[in-house]
């Protein structure tokens, strides 16, 4: 599942099962209130499956740099980009034949509908648009979002509503993932923390 | 999957299907630097099924408002406590037959490992135990954790695990779950938004 170039339509090296990529975009970041929010939907995207993340219409070094500190210790391919505005973000992944699912609370429920099946089905690559409380209205448009898609029908968090979107999405695959040239590694156990640390 | 008993007094009226309880516990909140990350826990522990949330150690009545809000808003019984030091809370959980499950990197694969079976199969009410960085080293104890869960052995997420660990415990279920006494509900649509508001 690892991708060997940054942006979007460069997905030359898939994994063998050929999935969807993902790439998610953050909208309405302030820095101060959100700076730990953000940090961790950057991390939940790298961690879960997507490739990359885009921080749209703001620039945050901090959040950057954390999120970059984390790949090059923990390992894999995640590209991390901001500052673009979100509506050419969109407009040039649209061009290069991506499709744009949005999560709201407004949206489908992913359990009820069925909504997941027909966004795999399409099998194009997917930027998950994650807002904050007021998003602009024209993310429930057709020019923007493909599918307005609910992790449930009550107010609860980005970050949540991206984890089970992501594992939903890939079905759990995305938690054996192997992280490539990690410098650390967890070993899971039963008790107790076991890392494998290589400088 | 069934459990007759409510081990924690504060939910009269269940779902039907009468599943295992939980609640959650977020241990090592700081007021400033957490308020929005422990405010979403809290959010997600409400939305995705969890029958309370313990913060423990410290008040801290913003959150406390913000979560009392929303459920006083959005509906169903959700419990929220705060203060009592985590020790007693878990002690407290055990004498009353539950399970204590930690969330930490450092666990057993929620996705390789067999964990989440061996916890549904002993059908006891579960005490999630959501740290942030640093937590005790007892948390990992045989006194504390009956079981340590990894969400993926990636960093991410507190909020992410704990919503990844609730949408697969009750298998999506907790998302069509109807919230009694809504003042508001959404009407999930393909586009835009939809609320019914009653006042």
Known sequence: ?????????????????????????RWGHRPQRDARLTTHVALVARALGASGFLLSDIVDEKIRETVEKVTRNWGGKFFFEMGAPWKSAVRDWKAKGGIVVHLTVYG????????LGRIK????????????????????????????????????????ALAIFLDRFFAGKELVKEFKKAKIKVVPQERGKKTIVEC
Chains 1, 2 share one sequence.
């Open 1 to 25: 599942m690892e991708n060997s170039k940054q942006t979007i339509s460069h997905n030359k090296e898939e994994t063998e099962t050929r999935t969807q990529k993902i790439v998610v975009l």
């Open 108 to 115: 489908e429920n992913i359990q009820t509908s069925s909504v």
């Open 121 to 160: 089905n399409l099998r194009k690559d997917v930027l998950v648009l994650v807002g904050s409380q007021k998003v602009p209205k024209d993310f429930f448009s057709n020019d923007v979002s493909d599918f307005n898609v609910s992790i449930g029908s009550q107010p609860h968090s980005e970050c949540a």
